[in-house]
């Protein structure tokens, strides 16, 4: 069945960087957009990033522009997100979506935590 296994998420101080990966299995990985979203406590989940299925078109969030990019290799079959100058309020669980149409697809999340 289709999975979506998200990477790369840990504690870092503020100022640092991260970089997420989202490695996609059992799907036609280059026919669906795909998208970060984040979750912190108490709060509802929100949309961070999204990347076109070739990767021609991204858009971003506010809070995040100029701080995060979005990117894909889809003969890796994996997406991305490089995470820069990272803030206290980055902290969150961050979720990798594939979407095309009606079909949806969520990974498990991976914790980035931004603290000193």
């Known amino acids: 069945q289709v999975q979506l296994v998200e990477s790369g998420g840990g504690l870092v101080q503020p100022g640092g960087s991260l970089r997420l990966s989202c490695a996609a299995s059992?799907?036609?990985?280059?026919?669906?957009?795909i998208s970060w979203y984040r979750q912190a406590p108490g709060k509802e989940r929100e949309l961070v990033a999204t990347?076109?299925?070739?990767?021609?078109?991204?858009n971003y969030a506010d809070s995040v522009k100029g701080r995060f990019t979005i990117s894909r290799d889809n003969a890796k079959t994996t997406a991305y997100l490089q995470m820069i100058s990272l803030k206290p309020e980055d902290t969150a669980v961050y979720y990798c979506?594939?979407?095309?149409?009606?079909?949806?697809?969520w990974g498990q999340g991976t914790q980035v935590t931004v603290s000193s």
């Open positions: 979506n594939a979407e095309r149409g009606p079909r949806k697809f």
């Open positions: 059992s799907m036609t990985f280059s026919t669906y957009s």
């Open positions: 990347i076109s299925s070739f990767g021609q078109s991204t």
